[in-house]
């Protein structure tokens, strides 16, 4: 089974522009989770998908975070515009619901820095 | 709100010792799970061992087990004949029992340990 795939792994931006981070869950996992991992911090959900509907995203900031699941497989996760404390890891997680709560598999993520 | 704490930032070890990674939790629950997730540099979180709560025996897998305390809201990995692939960070982790599929994963600042040659 493939395991859930992210990329870039790596992205450089100044400060105030825009960066896309793109995740491609294990197939038929139903759930798909955004993390963000500060240097030091244990990861922090921003955002939880079932299929192709919002379960979570109270812990994303909305003024300029977005994501989106489309036709319930892929997701994008947007920053715009980036500041520098948006620097961190962002995992992306996905898990089955046939097999909760072991079915959980991350991401390799991508390790983002806003200079 | 659950909280995840692990009060020791960094742990060292020598090869083939035994060493104990802490960590508590708060919450109001009484049905959830606990994980420990390794994280090595790969970033890639691998999950080592998990816990249901209403079980009161404690899990065990290979080297690693856990000693689960309910009351005192206590979840501590034990790991055993350490050895030098072990070293990574280590997260204790909160999940509530959800009624259909998985709920969040609520994470504590982790643990560094490395292991001695």
């Known amino acids: 089974e493939a395991g859930v795939a992210q990329s870039p792994r790596y992205k450089i931006i100044e400060k105030r522009q825009s960066v896309a981070f793109w995740c491609n869950p294990i197939?038929?996992?139903?759930?798909l989770y955004w993390y963000q991992q500060i240097l030091g911090q244990g990861p922090k959900l921003l955002i939880q998908f079932q299929n192709n509907g919002v379960v979570d995203d109270s812990q994303l900031p909305k003024d300029r975070f977005s994501a989106e699941r489309l036709k319930g497989v892929d997701s994008t996760l947007k920053i715009q515009p980036a500041k520098l404390e948006d620097s961190a890891v962002y995992l992306c997680a996905s898990s089955s619901d046939r097999v909760a709560p072991y079915g959980y598999t991350f991401g390799s993520g991508t390790r983002l820095t806003v200079v | 709100a659950q909280t995840v704490t692990q009060s020791q930032p960094e742990m060292s070890v020598q090869e083939a010792e035994t060493v104990t990674l802490s960590c508590t939790y708060d919450t109001s629950e009484s049905n959830y799970y606990l994980f420990w997730y390794k994280q090595p540099p790969s970033r890639q979180m691998i999950l080592v061992i998990r816990?249901?709560?209403?079980?009161?025996q404690n899990a065990t897998e290979n080297r690693f087990s856990v000693n689960f305390q309910k009351a005192a809201k206590s979840f501590s990995l034990k790991i055993s004949d350490s050895q030098l692939g072990d070293t990574a960070m280590y997260f204790c982790a909160f999940m509530k029992l959800a009624n259909f599929g998985n709920e969040k994963l609520t994470f504590g600042t982790g643990t560094r340990l490395t292991i001695i040659p």
């Open positions: 197939s038929g996992h139903a759930t």
């Open positions: 816990q249901e709560a209403y079980k009161q």
